[in-house]
């Protein structure tokens, strides 16, 4: 909170110098939850969307070669759902004059700008809003996070291939996670695996003992889970060591529970634990480790990089290369188009945009929790290449 | 089948102590006091936390347990003094209002001090084991919470079957107003039970970390579960909270095993079949029947 509103204070002090500024100034609206239940989404947006202006410059060269200061204008949607979106966005057409668009933690958050995007004809760069069919919603709309069927079809293939032959799945009962469960029993039942069990848990659920007593009784040789990151995850895995299931060898498969700003909670239960993703923290590409360097010199020993942070540095990255492709007073889908054919050099590894969807192809990672240097942290195993959503493959566009 | 009865049994007693410790404090001070306390889970909470800090940092964890029921005891009896007095004469908005806002606070403040995440307890290794009972391994933790519910469990009996201060704890429950009139004072004895039950709140939110972690969302999150306790079991009854912990402790860990998807209603279900049957509560005191 007090970062954020040392932030906001920041931009205003900047918007006031740039008057005196050569440079002219270009403004991005960033909206995100900086307060309330997903106010770690935001904190990670800007500290990451600061770290890249701070390691490349704020300012770009556009095709006039005059310079071009990039200028964050962050907003909070204080986790007020999607009314609070649109009126956030309305003001900072309005009244900042944003050239386009960014941030948005939450599907309907992202799904809730469409007609203002249209109608004002700007981008909007979507840096996290998982749900698969978003990018469908507005010709303006560029993701550059992922989609939850990205995660889950490679694993459930991994699964297979790794001698697993029976799963056994919970997952939490909210949107995202009946994706999961749909694509990853689908998957893994077409390639002749079997499902042996298959729980909804409640979304804040916390005390996982009778589940762990049923996937006992079931044998599966892996447990398939999809939680939300927190309190669900860190007891689901503790009911697992504790119940002996980890003893009797069952594997833990999973997706975004085991990311690193969340191994606080966890303890070594968690070594062993195989998850898909599309970032692994530990990988050596050089704008990672710019990433993590510059997170920790600007913002403390405890900053950790996670999707959302990959996600505002490759968003920001996409934004000052078409501020220096087309300048700032371009159209808006001809910025779009730019961003189609952009390459973005990513913390991740390689990443594109499709150029009929607008939305990410990247490789997805396979990791094992391994404890390392006393920490416990993913670690690559496997990398499946430029993956692109398998709900588009399945759900084409209508022609 | 036997043998997993038991252990669904087993599951349902040691969550139901979780929320017998944590509840009784509320069913007590809601019966003498007619408080709708809606903060009494912030207490728990900050229990949650205080252990959480001290485990994590090393420290003995019943050090820590003892200290996550002192502060959050101490604590009630500041607020029991300063915030809920003026309340009891107010109505039931005014105090729902009030408490509720005292929610909010607590929450704010955890996440002030110890982030938006959920913030773990770092229970002993032993405790984190799964250990050899007889007719199969079980984990250690979920014996601990049986042993040491029932142990609070006997000692809160005796007292308030067998001492003067339960004696005069009863009268109060039953009939304040006689109470006083035969010269007890009933504000030192509000306040007073008032900070056992905080302390018993706090105590249970550090050794149920383990089931209900730690976070700010905690009361909010929990408070319909402690009312529901408290309600089952009829306000103002000890006992009552116990039975009603117990019973609903075993329906919920039954209905995820035997109706997983029904699992989340079940409870409501058999709280709405219950009250029917017996509207007020399982055991009331006597003043309500």
Redesign the interface.
Known sequence: ?KKWVFGAATAAMLSLSAGTASADVVKIGLIADFTG?F??WGVQFQQAIQAYQTVKGNKVKGPDGKEHEIQFVYRDNASAGPDKTKQLAEELVLREKVKMLAGFDLSPHAMAVADIANQAKIPVVIMNAATASITRGSPYYVRVSMTIPQHVVPLAQWAWKNDIKKVYMITS?YAPGHDASNFFGKTFQALGGQIVGN??S?I?E??Y???M??VL?AKPDALYMFQPA??PS??LV??F????LK?AGIKLLGTGETQEI?MD?F?D?LIGTVTSFHYTETNKNPQNVALRAQLTKQFGAKAAPDIASVAAWDGTDLIHQAVAALGPDAEGLKYIDFMKTAKIDSPRGPVSIDPVERDVIQNIYIRRVEKRDGKLNNFDIETIPMVKDPWKIENPPKS | MLSFAATVLLDGVSYGMVLFLISVGLTITMGLMRVVNLAHGSFAMIGGYIAGYFTQRGYNFYVALAVAAIIPGILGGLCEVTVYRPLYRKGELSQVLLTIGLVFVATAAVTEIFGAFPYPVKFPEYLTRPIDIGFRTYPGYRVFLIVVGAIIAAILWWVIDNSIYGARLRAAVDNARMARAVGMNVNLLFTGTFVVGCALAGLGGAIGAGILTPEPSYSLKYVVLFLIVVIVGGEGSFKGSFVAAMALGIIDTMGKYFIAPAAPYLLYVAVFLLLLWRPQGLLPPKSAT
């Not at chain 1, 060591?241 to 002996?244: I, S």
């Open positions: 909170m239940a106010a770690t009962d729980d909804k409640p804040t916390t005390n003992g009778v589940y007593e049923k009784q927190g309190a860190v007891a503790k009911a060591a504790e119940r002996g003893a969340f909670q303890t239960d």
